[in-house]
């Protein structure tokens, strides 16, 4: 199992998601080594870190944050993904999962995998911004301004990056980052294969009171577009 997807007891089990899993948040490749804390662990980052950069705004690593995403399949298997965020200071964070770590660096060039050197996002934030991409293709800024809608609400002013992988194993993927926010919509194409995945839910850490355990409200962009 790719260490981007996760089981959620009682839940639908997750598809192979083998392409979506290399896309989602930069998670392909080997797992980076687990640290001795459990990925849900109390958050022991630090607080209101930033880089400063630009290109941290449309992936920022809130230390203690938690991302839920809803995946579908082409066949319509659904699952869940989940992550939580640690930020180790201005210029390094992870996302932590069950399974494995993921390591990231923000710089003036832009956002990139910390174990690989390879862009997440690339500097300018501009249409036409390209590199090399994390599945071996071609990526680009296709969009500076979109707008989407997914079960975490409506989003707009996102980045959308595509990128395309010729050859024998051709391969399409789609994000879409959105202001304060992150990864809202991941797509993946492969084929007849076809992967998609929608931020559900964003929140804070859980408060531990002294009367008992309190979860903070998930942060809502607001309803979708039609909602009453």
């Known amino acids: 199992m790719s260490p981007a997807i996760e089981r959620t007891p009682g839940r639908p089990r997750a598809p192979s998601l083998a392409a979506l899993a290399l896309a989602l948040l930069g998670c392909g490749g ?19 870190a930033s880089s400063g950069t630009r290109a941290e705004r449309y992936f920022p690593l809130v230390d203690g944050h938690i991302y839920h995403y809803a995946t579908t399949s082409e066949r319509g298997e659904q ?105 809202v919509a991941i797509e993946a194409a492969s084929g007849a294969s076809y992967e ?11 408060d531990v009171g002294p009367d008992g355990v309190r979860r903070a409200p998930a942060v809502d962009a607001g309803p979708p577009p039609g909602a009453p």
């Open 30 to 48: 080997a797992p980076a080594p687990a640290r001795p804390a459990a990925w849900n662990a109390a958050p022991d980052g630090q607080q209101g």
């Open 79 to 183: 699952g869940l993904l989940v992550a939580r965020v640690h930020r180790a200071d201005e210029r390094r964070g992870e996302l932590r999962f069950p399974s494995g770590v993921k390591r990231f660096a923000f710089t003036p060039e832009g956002v990139i995998r910390s174990d690989t050197g390879v862009f997440v996002l690339k500097e300018p934030i501009a249409p036409g911004t390209t590199w090399t991409g994390e599945h071996g293709g071609r990526a680009r800024i296709s969009a500076v301004d979109a707008a989407i809608a997914v079960p975490a609400g409506r989003f707009t002013g996102c980045v959308q990056t595509v990128e395309e992988r010729l050859g024998d194993r051709p391969a399409r993927f789609v994000s879409t980052f959105c202001p304060d926010v992150g990864v």
């Open 196 to 206: 998609r995945a929608e931020l559900k839910s964003y929140a804070p850490p859980v």
